[in-house]
């Protein structure tokens, strides 16, 4: 038995991990560290976070990214350099080994809840039981695939979470679906990898962030549009600092906020890397899609009337959406249990579900937290909150 079980090593699962530890609060976490930004993101990116919001979060000194580079005489800033996907995996596995390094590398197969707490059924057969779970499940049970799409086959359409090494698609011809920064990215590294690159996007054209004039931002500029850790702006202001408010606001305004706030767009720095290789179709729907022998076909809905696309390939690099019914590793009636709105569990000012001792951080929570959620930084904000809530619930089960 453990009094508190975390259910992913990702940037939220291991600051709060950090935390605890920190703490003394005896726990399990459990999860294949960094995993999504390991295998699950295009290698050669960079993060679209600014530098000092890509850090993991851990009341222990030395732990942000900026004491990494300056460590490892690596080149940062906090704002004028783009983190690299790689400089970034390496400190965050850094950020684990010196932290958190109580990892179990095994996954979580099955979680219900019965009267003596939960149970944890892992996948190499272990079974336990903890007060309190965490679920820190990140982004990737949450892939979103257009509908269109669902009857081309696996070696014809996958998601963009399904690639990290693009070198395979070397002198075919591949198309990517979506408008935002994971389908920019995408596209543009499959072009420098070798590929015949086409992005196809519902808009009527591709935003690029605006790159930082010389010398930087005026005082004017900086009291109108505040920097944050999720984007400059009064509304990121206040998400950021205050997304406990975020909970109170209706029903539907959330949603929307959820969905609109931060749209797609690409860094800046993409923008000559995107354009130098990459062939758009834009403010087109895919009216209907089949397999024309060995590739796919496109029928595709344009302002100019209905086009025809044949590729190798297709990536959607269509996002991401939270949805309690797609964690199958939970019970049916522990998922029956937890109420929703949109999917997403409903949370108390704590990050706590409405089953009682089973927490919810990261994209799940952006429903009753705001866009914070979507964003490494917000583990600064939910790690110290979510690690004294469990301390003081630990030590009242003693």
Request: charged content about 20%.
């Amino acid at each position: 038995m453990t009094r508190v079980a975390i259910i992913g090593a990702g940037p939220y699962g291991l600051s709060i991990a950090a935390h605890l530890r920190s703490l003394g609060v005896p726990h399990r976490i459990f999860g294949t560290p960094v995993d999504t930004w390991l295998r699950h993101m295009p290698a050669g990116m960079s993060l679209k976070s600014d530098g000092f919001a890509s850090s993991l979060s851990s009341p222990e000194p030395g732990s942000r990214l900026s004491a990494y580079c300056a460590e490892n005489e690596i080149a940062y800033d906090d704002t004028a350099i783009p983190v690299e996907l790689d400089v970034f995996t390496a400190y965050a596995v850094d950020f684990q080994k010196r932290f958190v390094p109580q990892v179990e590398d095994r996954q979580v197969v099955a979680l219900d809840k019965g009267a003596e707490g939960f149970t944890l059924k892992l996948d190499d057969g272990e079974t336990l039981t903890a007060d309190l779970v965490v679920a820190a499940v990140g982004i990737t049970h949450f892939a979103r695939m257009p509908q269109e799409l669902s009857g081309l086959p696996a070696n014809l359409v996958s998601h963009a979470s399904a690639h990290h090494d693009l070198s395979a698609f070397a002198g075919r011809d591949v198309t990517v679906i979506g408008a935002g920064s994971s389908a920019i990215d995408i596209a543009a590294l499959l072009a420098e990898a070798g590929a015949t690159t086409s992005l196809i996007a519902r808009r009527d054209r591709i935003k690029f962030a605006s790159a930082p004039p010389p010398g930087g931002r005026s005082l004017y500029q900086r009291l109108r549009h505040p920097s944050t850790g999720i984007g400059p702006g009064l509304r990121s202001f206040i998400f950021q600092k205050r997304p406990n408010l975020f909970r109170f606001l209706p029903g539907g305004l959330r949603l929307k906020i959820v969905r609109r706030h931060l749209g797609p767009s690409s860094a800046w720095w993409m923008k000559p890397r995107f354009d130098a290789g990459v062939t758009t179709a834009l403010s087109a729907t895919i009216e209907n899609a089949t397999v024309e022998g060995s590739r796919a076909r496109l029928v595709l809905r344009t302002p100019d009337g209905p086009i025809e696309h044949v590729t190798d390939h297709i990536i959607a690099a269509t996002g991401y959406w939270p949805d309690v019914d797609r964690l199958e590793f939970f019970s049916d009636g522990l998922r029956t249990a937890i109420r929703t709105h949109e999917r997403m569990p409903v949370l108390s000012g704590r990050f706590e579900s409405s089953v009682s001792g089973l927490y919810f951080v990261g994209p799940p929570a952006a429903n009753s937290f705001g866009p914070l959620m979507r964003f490494m930084v917000g583990a600064e904000y939910v790690a110290p909150r979510v690690a004294r809530t469990l301390a003081r619930r630990a030590a009242a089960t003693k």
